[in-house]
């Protein structure tokens, strides 16, 4: 019966256009590569208190002035992944992040210490000093490679 039929899919470019229609992509596999508007690529390092958190390909966004955030390279995003609610209560988390940002005439920032938390839990990592491309405290290191 499916014979003739396979047959005929099995020919051409028509196996490209089936294999397509009968395995597509899950929307967790096209995630790993569309990102919100200002974000972009890069590789990153998070170590808090001795534990590495993100080693290698992050998505980062710089604002002006030159604070800027990391996300783990399989955070989701609001909007792309799921749906944006407009609301704290929706948002989810899949990865590591943190965030750097100038406070006064120094550095300082705050991250997640699980995955899931979509609120900083490690709010006082004091003041930052820069080394190369990296910000470094006491029980921290962030850094950001573009």
């Known amino acids: 019966m499916f014979g003739r039929s ?10 490209v256009v089936a294999l397509a229609m009968t395995f597509p992509l899950s929307p967790s596999h096209a995630a790993q590569h569309r990102l919100p508007s200002g974000y972009k690529w890069g590789r990153c390092l998070l170590v808090v ?10 998505s980062y966004q ?13 955070q989701v995003f609001a909007g792309i992944d799921y749906p944006d609610t ?9 990865d590591y992040w943190a965030v750097v940002y100038k406070d006064g005439d120094s550095w300082t920032g705050y991250s997640n210490s699980e995955i899931d938390e979509t609120h900083a839990d490690e709010l006082d990592w004091g003041e930052l000093r820069r080394e190369g491309a990296c910000y470094v405290g006491k029980d921290v290191r962030v850094c950001l490679w573009h």
């Open 49 to 58: 208190q001795g534990e590495t958190r993100i080693s290698g390909k992050c």
């Open 86 to 94: 407009h609301s704290g209560a929706g948002e989810m988390s899949r």
């Open 6 to 15: 396979l047959d005929w899919l099995l020919t051409g470019r028509t196996i």
């Open 62 to 74: 710089i604002e002006k002035g030159g604070d800027f955030n990391i996300q783990g390279p399989r």
